[in-house]
C-alpha cells in the first residue's frame, strides 16, 4: 500500500465496544474500562489525523445508554466533560476540530457548557474534525432534523433526502465511509444510521481497550479493498 494508490475513507465513525466486558475479564469496575477507552480513544484520534483521515466519528453515549445504573451514567459524563477541557492543547497542536452529534437538551449543563466551549475553540482549525457523539440516536437525530425542516417553514410535501440530510446535526460532514465497531457484536445500534447507508462496515472482536493502531490499519486496509458500488454496476 504506498501512499498514492491507497484509497483514505474521508469518514470513519467507530462504535468503541467492550469497556465493560474489558473490565470484568479484569475483576475491576466497569468505569475502569471507560477509563482505558478514553486512552484508547486518544491513540486512535492522534493515528487517524496522522493517516489524513478528514472526519472521525466517536460513539460516546447513546441515548439508551442513560439506563445504565446512575454510577456509570455519572462517570461517563464526568469522563466526557473533563476530557473535552483538558484535551484543547493537543487539538490545537494538531488543528482538530471538535464537534458535537446529539440531543444536547438533556445532557447535564456542566457537559454541555464544556462540549459548547470545545467547539467554540476548535472551530477555526482546518485539521481532522473529531466528532463526538453524546446524548445520540441515529433515529432521535432523523426525528430532530424533519423537526428542525418543519419549524424553519418547510412544506411537508417538499421534504425530501436532500432536505432532511441537510437539517442533520452537521449537514457539513459527509457520509459514513467506513464503519467500525469494536467488542464482537455485530450490529448498528442506532449509529449514524442515516449516514451509514452506503458504509463499508469492519466488525472487531477485539475490546475497544484493547484497540491499537495496527487494528486501525487492518480496518483501512478492509476498507481499500472493498470494491465500493453504491448500489450501481462498476464500470
Ligand atoms: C461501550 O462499551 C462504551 C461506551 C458506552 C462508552 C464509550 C466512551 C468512551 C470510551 C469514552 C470516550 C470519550 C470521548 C470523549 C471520546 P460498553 O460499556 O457497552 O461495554 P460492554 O458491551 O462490554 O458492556
Do not use: C
Not at 474521508?10 to 475491576?28: E, F
Not at 486512552?39 to 472521525?56: N, P
Not at 423537526?147 to 449537514?171: F, M
Request: hydrophobic share 35%; charged share 30%.
Amino acid at each position: 500500500m504506498t501512499p498514492e494508490t491507497s484509497i483514505i475513507p474521508r469518514h470513519v465513525g467507530i462504535i468503541m465496544d467492550g469497556n465493560g466486558r474489558w473490565a470484568k475479564k479484569r475483576g475491576q469496575p466497569r468505569t475502569s474500562g471507560h477509563r482505558e477507552g478514553l486512552e484508547t480513544a486518544k491513540r486512535i484520534v492522534a493515528h487517524a489525523s496522522d493517516v489524513g483521515i478528514s472526519f472521525l466519528s466517536l460513539y460516546a453515549f447513546s441515548t439508551e445508554n442513560w439506563r445504565r445504573a446512575e454510577e456509570e451514567v455519572n462517570f461517563l459524563m464526568g469522563l466526557i466533560k473533563t476530557h473535552l477541557r483538558k484535551q484543547y492543547d493537543f487539538y490545537k497542536e494538531r488543528g482538530i476540530r471538535v464537534t458535537h452529534s446529539g440531543d444536547l437538551e438533556r445532557i447535564p449543563q456542566g457537559v454541555r457548557d464544556e462540549i459548547l466551549l470545545a467547539e467554540e475553540d476548535t472551530r477555526s482549525f482546518d485539521g481532522m474534525t473529531v466528532n463526538i457523539l453524546v446524548n445520540y440516536g441515529g433515529r432521535d437525530e432523523i426525528v430532530r432534523a424533519a423537526s428542525r425542516y418543519l419549524a424553519d417553514g418547510g412544506d411537508p410535501h417538499s421534504l425530501d433526502e436532500d432536505a432532511l440530510a441537510s437539517n442533520l446535526d452537521h449537514p457539513e460532514i459527509p457520509d459514513l465511509d467506513l464503519m467500525i465497531r469494536t467488542g464482537g457484536e455485530i450490529r448498528l445500534s442506532n449509529f449514524l444510521i442515516w449516514q451509514a447507508a452506503y458504509a463499508e462496515l469492519f466488525f472487531s472482536d477485539v475490546f475497544w481497550p484493547d484497540w491499537d493502531v495496527d487494528h486501525f490499519d487492518e480496518a483501512l486496509k478492509y476498507f481499500e479493498q472493498r470494491q465500493r458500488r453504491f448500489g450501481g454496476i462498476p464500470g
